[in-house]
């Protein structure tokens, strides 16, 4: 299973490894493969004792993020929408890629 890391090499050369699901948690290693190394082993203790759970929570109905709910739910276009955003967002990261080399 694959788990967003930041990894932050540190001023005194060393690396910092952040699990992105536990920001309150990080290690440090003297390497990158070692900083990785270790958040592996952190996050493989954190899946052991966490558990990831649902809780209903009462939202007046009056609630102003309610009157949105489901707008596009039978919107025929929707699917389309979707595509061309993910298009676009692709031709942005190709294009920034070529300006930065």
């Known amino acids: 299973m694959a788990f967003d890391v930041i990894l932050m090499q540190q001023a005194n050369n060393g690396y910092l490894a952040r699990p992105v699901l536990w920001p309150d948690t990080s290690v440090q290693g003297a390497t990158r493969q070692e900083a990785l190394e270790r958040v592996q082993v952190l996050i ?24 949105k709910a489901g707008l596009f739910a039978t919107d025929p276009t ?22 930065q080399t």
């Open 44 to 67: 493989r203790d954190l899946l052991s004792r966490t558990q990831l759970v649902q809780v209903e929570v009462d939202v007046p109905a009056d609630h102003p993020w309610l009157a």
């Open 78 to 99: 929707w699917d389309d929408f979707i595509q061309r955003m993910a298009d676009f967002r692709r031709h942005l990261d190709e294009n920034e890629m070529v300006d």
